[in-house]
C-alpha cells in the first residue's frame, strides 16, 4: 500500500522489517527485496537498490523473478554510469532467459551500456538488433525504436560513414519528424554531407541548423562551419557574413580562424571589410 500510494521511505522501512522478521518466509522475502528494490530506485538510493536486488538473486527466484531482477539490476547500474556492470546484467538476461518479457528491451539497454562506455561498433551491431526485433505502437517501443536511430546516425557518423548515417538520419526524420531528436536532424544531416563533400546540400542544413542554435557557442560553431561548406561549395561571398558572426564568439579558436578565412575570402573577392 506504501508503495502504490507513493510513500516510498515508509515502503522501504515496512519491506526491510519483512525481512528482518521473517527471513524464513522464502516467497515474501523475494517479494519483499523486488518491492524494495523498486522503492530504493524511485528515491534515487541507488547503491541500497542494487543491494535489494543482488539479495533477491541470491535466493535464486523462479526464472521470470531472476529476469526482472537482472534486469532492474542493470537499469541501476546504467542510472549510475556503470556500463561494464550494467551491459553484463542485461546479458545475463538475454542468455539465461532470451524469452523473458524483459528480453526485448535488454537487447535495447545492451546498446546503450557500450554506446556510453565508447564502444560504438559493438552498439551499432546491437542497436541493428534491437530495431529488427522491436515492436510497433507501444509508446516505449517507439521511443526505443526512436532512440536506436539516433544512436545509429551518431555511431556511423563517429566512424566516419556519412553515407550511412544519412540513411539512419532520413528513417529518423521519416518516422518522427516531431520526435525528441528532430531539432539535431539539421545539424547531424549537415555533417554526414559535407563529409562526403557535398557542400551545398551542407550548407542548406547548416542553415536550419543555425537557426534552431540553443546557445551562442553552437551558433558560433555552426556559423563557422557553414562558412567552410560555402567555400566548399564556390560561393565565397555567402561566407562572409557567418565567418563574420563567427570571428566574434567566445571560443577564441574559432574566432581565429574565422578571422583567417574571412581576410582570405575578402581577398579573393576584392571587398574589404566595410562590405560586410
Known sequence: CYSRLGQYPEAVSRLLRQLEEHPEEREYAQRALQLAGS????????????????????????PQLRAEAWFRLGSVQLAVRDYPAALASFTRVLVDHPDAAQAGEALFYAAESLYFAGRYAEAQRRFQLALESLGRGTASAEQQRETCLYRLARIQARLQRPSEALVS????????????????????????????????????????????????????????????AALGAGRPEEALEPLA??????????????????????????????HI
Open 245 to 274: 558572426a563567427a570571428a566574434q564568439g567566445g571560443d577564441a579558436q574559432i574566432a581565429e580562424r574565422s578571422l583567417f578565412r574571412l581576410a582570405s575570402a575578402l581577398a579573393d573577392l576584392n571587398l574589404s571589410l566595410i
Open 39 to 62: 522503492a530504493q530506485e524511485k528515491l534515487e538510493l541507488w547503491t541500497e537498490a542494487q543491494a535489494s536486488y543482488r539479495r533477491l538473486l541470491e535466493l535464486e527466484p523462479a
Open 169 to 228: 538520419l532520413e528513417a529518423l526524420q521519416r518516422g518522427y519528424p516531431r520526435g525528441r531528436y528532430a531539432a539535431e536532424i539539421p545539424l547531424l544531416r549537415a555533417e554526414a554531407l559535407f563529409e562526403l563533400k557535398r557542400y551545398g546540400e551542407a550548407l542548406a542544413e547548416y542553415r536550419r541548423a543555425l537557426a534552431s542554435a540553443a546557445t551562442p557557442a553552437d551558433r558560433q560553431k555552426i556559423s563557422y562551419n557553414l562558412a567552410l
